[in-house]
């Protein structure tokens, strides 16, 4: 894992740091990451703070700067006794939008996936209906809420995106918003597990998916720690269930996205 950025104008020959590493400098950052600042800044800020409380040959120190310099950053000046690391530089990359071709083998087995898997999990849309909605990640209580509603709606052998959607549903019957938290947050899980388009009739009961992105989905596993072999079998699932949407779509000359309806009251599993 050899790489450089210049520090301070001179080239700073980055060390072999473990995936570890890279999943500790994530836990950092995420808990700064808003939709006003962008990403690499943030990344930058935990550089600073690290060179200052410990110091620039901590390898925390050095996975700063290399995922500084994946997100595109060629020189950035530091100076650990105002704990500050400013972008002098930068060149837009795939891990810098977040592209799933970032998130590949050697990526995630090394731990450089997580920065791009950072930066898609952080910056995501879902369209709902004709509404576009910019999605912020919810905390933890949310999240373990809203996963075991799912789980206790989820009827035997139904994809988990399809009793999600029915969450979805309820919700927006009851006349929740999507600034409500637990709606926001059944947002966040169907996005990721790869939902870009949810097609939502309140008065039919029905919903419908669009495609779902291979991107979203495989970084949302990596950030859950999944392995590069437990990555694939993802994006294999999310490739089998587009081919069966497509399939299904052409059969029936539907648009795809209205191909998958479902009764979108809460029903409990059987």
């Not at 995106?161 to 919700?171: E, F, Y």
């Amino acid at each position: 894992m050899s790489a450089t950025i210049r520090v301070n104008g001179e080239y700073f020959p980055l060390r072999e740091v473990s995936k570890d590493h890279f999943a500790g400098l994530v836990k950092l950052v995420t808990q700064k990451i808003t939709w006003d600042e962008a990403i690499p800044q943030v990344f930058a800020q935990a550089a600073g703070l690290i060179a200052s409380e410990k110091g620039t040959e901590d390898l925390l120190y050095h996975a700063a700067l290399r995922a500084l310099a994946e997100l595109g950053a060629r020189s950035v000046t530091v100076d650990a006794s105002q704990k500050l690391c400013t972008i002098v530089e930068e060149n837009p990359t795939p891990t810098a939008n977040g592209d799933a071709s970032a998130i590949g083998f050697s990526a995630i087995e090394s731990g450089v996936a997580y920065i791009a898997a950072t930066v898609n999990a952080f910056r995501r849309t879902i369209r709902v209906n004709e509404e576009e909605i910019r999605l912020t990640r919810q905390s933890r209580e949310i999240g373990q809420k809203i996963t075991g509603l799912v789980t206790q709606v989820r009827q035997v052998n139904e994809p988990v995106l399809i009793a999600a959607g029915r969450v979805l549903g309820s919700m927006m019957k009851a006349g929740k918003t999507f600034d409500d938290p637990e709606l926001h947050m059944t947002l966040v899980m169907l996005s990721d597990l790869g939902v870009r388009l949810v097609r939502v009739d309140v008065e039919k009961g029905i919903l419908g998916f669009g495609p779902l992105d291979e991107g979203n989905a495989v970084a949302a596993a990596c950030m859950q720690g999944l392995n590069a072999e437990q990555i694939g079998e993802v994006r294999k699932r999310v490739g089998e269930w587009n081919e069966k949407m497509r399939q299904m779509s052409t059969q029936s000359n539907q648009p795809q996205r209205a191909m998958i309806p479902s009764l979108m009251g809460v029903r409990r599993r059987r």
